[in-house]
């Protein structure tokens, strides 16, 4: 097997090769057989659907979706920036007035929409001195011209946006803006899968009964005294008392008592024979994005093949380091591969696909060198950029957290 290097990438990037593909597979950390659970959708649903596999027909359900592992091949690149491994472009609205209950960061590689999420559209920017919206200072413009054909202030601005997928909808353009596929296309799938029950209970150390009586939530707390205080009336008493039954609640609704054992057969997660992991790079998609450095300038072959090294670069960078961080996904659901990461090279047709060893710190070298023959062709990279909510937009968040707190408080009563 052969090893990944900048000179393979520009090759491939410059020929006519169609894609970079990693296949992986994962058995659950438990071992052969243990149950996985997968994530639920609306209504408590499992993503279940047969698909051919060698010819059979296989029942398989989604572990990781191809958003999900977006998101976690940009935080990974977030994670890389932040420590200092790499240098990107990175775009965050600072929350941090003091109406709100807790402060909060959001940046470009956390946002659904990446640079043309609203967040940052409701954000300002400090721009010769006085506060502009973001999409109306000079740097948010370039989302408004931004295409296949133009991607050079994207790429400067964010160029996860390029390689992540990009759809500029809620731009002063609407639905004629910004729209670039994605060029890295992810998702884990558990093969084989057969479904389970999950099964539930509590046993209560001090074994308080239901019907030991009833509590009622105190009408104003202190520190001397649980929020809770224990009604005149008990639990078998309030059934023929309506009032006292609305008024009062079991212990086990405050947790306090047993939980009767239960079985649900709708959501036990499932056995699988195994779980494949899938990633593509896709080199026709980036490809098609152009990189002219002046209005009045005429393309230049080189300067497009070096921009679009560096994304590939950072394509291939951000699937290794997640790969890398291991597939913990979720509660329940944590995966091992059951072999070494090796990508295949999908050049000509009917040819067995050359391969290649990729690590993480190989792959940051990489990317490294590539940005460094790219920023020698006058193509613009971009620091952080920190923005602020407009007021409009932190009384928003500040009136949502204030619900929640108290549709909290109204759950536990």
């Avoid at 920036?81 to 240098?87: L, M, V």
């Avoid at 609203?118 to 999409?135: H, P, T």
């Avoid at 740097?139 to 160029?159: E, H, M, Q, W, Y």
């Avoid at 899968?193 to 009408?219: F, H, M, N, W, Y």
Wanted: charged share 25%; proline share 5%.
């Amino acid at each position: 097997m052969n090893k990944m290097t900048l000179e393979v990438l520009k090759e491939a990037v410059a020929g006519h090769a169609a894609a970079f593909r990693c296949v992986t597979d994962y058995q659950p950390a438990g071992g052969p057989g243990d149950k996985v659970f997968p994530p639920t959708y609306e209504g408590g649903r499992y993503a279940v659907e047969d698909r051919l596999i060698g010819g059979e027909r296989l029942p398989c359900v989604l572990l990781d979706s191809v958003q999900s592992q977006a998101n976690r091949m940009e935080l990974a690149l977030l994670e890389a920036a932040r420590s200092g491994d790499i240098a990107l472009p990175i775009i965050e609205t600072h929350f941090k007035d003091k109406v709100l209950l807790k402060p909060i960061v959001v940046t470009s590689l956390e946002a659904p929409h990446r640079i043309a999420d609203a967040i940052f559209r409701d954000s300002l920017l400090e721009e010769n001195g006085e506060k502009v919206m973001f999409r109306k200072s000079q740097k948010g413009k370039i989302l408004d011209s931004a295409d296949v054909r133009n991607a050079t202030g994207l790429f400067g601005l964010c160029p996860t946006a390029l390689i992540f997928g990009i759809w500029d909808s809620t731009g002063p353009r609407g639905g004629l803006g910004a729209k670039i596929q994605r060029a890295v296309v992810s998702e884990m799938v558990g093969i084989n899968a057969q479904p389970g029950c999950k099964t539930s209970s509590r046993i209560d150390p001090l074994q308080i009964r239901k019907d030991a009586g009833l509590v009622l939530k105190r009408e104003a707390s202190d520190n001397q005294n649980p929020d809770w205080m224990l009604s005149d009336e008990t639990a078998g008493a309030s059934t023929k008392k309506g009032a006292a039954k609305k008024a009062g609640k079991k212990p086990s609704e405050i947790n306090h008592g047993n939980v009767v054992p239960t079985i649900d057969d709708e959501t036990g997660g499932f056995t699988i024979e195994k779980a494949v992991q899938k990633t593509v790079l896709s080199l026709a998609a980036i490809r098609r994005l152009r990189f002219p450095v002046s209005d009045h300038e005429k393309a230049d072959v080189q300067v497009d093949l070096k921009a679009r090294t560096v994304l590939a670069a950072l394509g291939l960078l951000a699937a290794v380091l997640v790969r890398e961080e291991g597939a913990d996904l979720r509660s329940r659901c944590q995966l091992i591969p059951t072999q070494t990461f090796m990508w295949e090279l999908l050049d000509k047709p009917g040819e067995t696909p050359k391969t290649f060893e990729l690590d993480a710190e190989t792959a940051m070298k990489i990317f490294k060198k590539a940005l460094q023959a790219a920023l020698g062709s006058k193509l613009p990279w971009e620091n952080v950029i920190t923005l602020e909510p407009h007021p409009q937009l932190v009384e928003l968040v500040a009136r949502s957290q204030d619900l929640e707190a108290r549709e909290a408080g109204e759950e536990g009563e």
